[in-house]
């Protein structure tokens, strides 16, 4: 992506620029951090721009009413000179990812606690109109259907037989229990992995990246926790929470994994980063 950052410069006159440095990129944006103050997001694609608004309302309007710092939007520039496609800017959350290792049980507790706490407030929210109707809502069971023919069309022939089959039997047995279909949709950040949780001195600092805020299964917001840190920590998250079913939640929780997966397969093949693909291959058949 090329940015000229001279153009930047102009267009924030209040801005003087001493460096820059690239901080990371995702399916849709890619985000540098300029003077260890300020985050700049450039959008891939102008099709990017309607998921970058929700996040920037939402969070103006939820920032308040959540326990950790989120990202508040300072300047938004849709139509730039210095850039493809426009750019938003928010100050920098300082932390780094999330990270487990060398942490004593009362600490992951604690951590844990924290995550839990986030998450009851996110799912307390509600959002009036219009918000509410910008954030998006599906069918839980139609989505898995559609997860599943893909997987079908587009994956299971690189997959091996018995690997093709146990993905197969987790999304029957997902879609065949009713109880999985009856929860009250609940504000979802959609996309809690660890590179999107801050944490300094132990604590955590911040949570990043609403861009997948939408209406769903509040069970969807323990996957990435699941997939990455793995059962026992997701079993402290989950009490803290209080959620009536730890149970089902695992069994729930390694079924969305796997779709997550086949997601990142087949949506992300044009717009996922090339590392992300590849681990999602390997993170399917473990998870299978």
């Not at 001195?201 to 209406?215: C, Q």
Request: with cysteine.
């Amino acid at each position: 992506m090329q940015v000229d950052w001279k153009q930047i410069a102009f267009e924030n006159r209040s801005l003087n620029i001493n460096s820059h440095r690239f901080l990371g990129e995702g399916w849709n944006c890619v985000s540098y951090l300029v003077d260890d103050e300020l985050v700049f997001r450039f959008p891939k694609r102008a099709s990017c721009w309607p998921e970058l608004d929700r996040e920037i309302r939402f969070l103006e309007f939820a920032a308040d009413h959540l326990p950790l710092p989120v990202p508040l939007y300072l300047n938004v520039v849709e139509h730039s000179s210095a850039v493809a496609h426009g750019y938003a800017v928010y100050r920098y959350l300082r932390g780094r990812a999330l990270d487990l290792r060398r942490l004593s049980n009362t600490q992951r507790d604690r951590l844990a606690e924290a995550i839990a706490a986030f998450l009851l407030a996110l799912h307390s929210i509600k959002p009036g109109a219009p918000l509410d109707a910008l954030l998006p809502r599906e069918d839980a069971l139609a989505a898995a259907q559609e997860y599943l023919d893909a997987a079908k069309r587009e994956v299971f022939s690189r997959l091996e037989s018995h690997v093709a089959r146990l993905v197969t039997s987790q999304f029957e047995a997902y879609m065949s229990a009713p109880e999985n279909f009856s929860f009250q949709p609940v504000v979802l950040h959609a996309d809690l992995s660890h590179e999107h949780i801050l944490m300094e001195n132990d604590s955590i600092a911040g949570v990043l990246d609403f861009g997948d805020v939408n209406w769903g299964d509040a069970d969807y917001d323990f996957m990435y926790l699941f997939v990455e840190f793995g059962e026992t920590f997701v079993a402290s998250v989950a009490r803290a929470y209080g959620h009536p079913d730890p149970e089902r939640l695992m069994i729930k929780l390694r079924y969305y994994g796997i779709a997550d997966q086949i997601g990142t397969m087949v949506q992300g093949k044009d717009f996922a980063p090339a590392a992300q693909r590849r681990a999602a291959w390997q993170c399917l058949k473990q998870l299978a």
